[in-house]
Each structure stands twice: as C-alpha cells, then as structure tokens.
C-alpha cells in the first residue's frame, strides 16, 4: 500500500450514525447522555493514586457510612457524553465550571445527561458550550451540574 494512510477515512465519515463533530453540526438544544457508570472501589483508588489524594474518606469509609468518591472522579464523564454522538478527535477546554450537590459513593451507578445552550466565533475559533447534570440512576438525585466550554478544531 502506497501514499497516506488515515487512521479515520473519509468513506468511515457517519458510520453506524456517528459523524466528527463540527461547528456547523451542533445545534443548540441537542441533548447528550453518557453511559452509565457504576462508582467501583477501583475506580476510586486509581483517581486518588492519579491525583495524588490519599484521603480516609476514599479507602476506610466516611461520615456517610459508605467510602465516598473524590467529586472530580466523575469530570470526564460529562465530557464523554459528546462521544455518544460524535467522533470527538480534539478540542480545547476553553472553561469548565463544576457545582457538587451530593456526595458520590462507591456502588452508585450514575450517568451524565447535557444540552448545548451555546456556540460562538470568537477570534476565528469555534466554540460549544454544553450544561450537564450527574444523577444517582437510582433514584435520579443530582450530584454534580456544571458546564464547559470547548474549542472544536476543524
């Protein structure tokens, strides 16, 4: 095989419903919801081995009865609900904003649920703003809401 070779080729464009994700693509008001995540006592260890915070509240248990999950632990997932839709190559996150409401506990199963309020030009650059809430599944309380705003490369 000669020439380049894409890791992603054209023809692949919008297989099995997913499509890059463009400016011209996002609509305000589309809606996102990630997977679900079940909070595992792994899961914990490695984000607070990653961060550096070795915190009682993680491993032996705390006030709550429960171990609890560091709240950043489930950042990525709200950034992850894009993927769900779109093939997300890159993106700058120009501003992320994060309000913890409920403490996350190991055993809980959440998911991630987002709507785009905005996108903008802004220096010539593309940008989205996306809102998200993250519940318990179990009995739909919200535990983290915020918002980002990323710069989409084209």
């Known amino acids: 095989m000669e020439g380049k070779v894409n890791a992603m080729p054209e023809a692949a464009e919008g297989a099995g419903g997913f499509r890059t994700i463009r400016y011209e693509l996002v609509q305000v008001g589309e809606t996102f919801m990630s997977d679900d995540l079940l909070v595992k006592p792994e899961d914990v260890e490695t984000f607070a081995f990653a961060v ?47 309000e913890f409401l409920e403490p996350v506990r190991v055993g809980m199963r959440v998911r991630t649920y987002g709507k785009v309020i905005d996108k903008f030009v802004k220096r010539d650059r593309f940008y989205m703003v996306t809102q998200f809430e993250t ?20």
């Open 135 to 154: 519940r318990n599944e179990a009995d739909g309380t919200v535990l983290t809401r915020g918002q980002f705003t990323q710069m989409l490369f084209d």
């Open 52 to 98: 550096d915070d070795h915190d009682p509240w993680w491993f032996a248990g705390s006030p709550l009865g429960t171990p609890a999950a560091h709240p950043v632990l489930l950042g990525n997932q709200a950034l992850m609900m894009r993927h769900s839709r779109y093939i997300v190559p890159a993106g700058l996150h120009a501003k992320m904003q994060f």
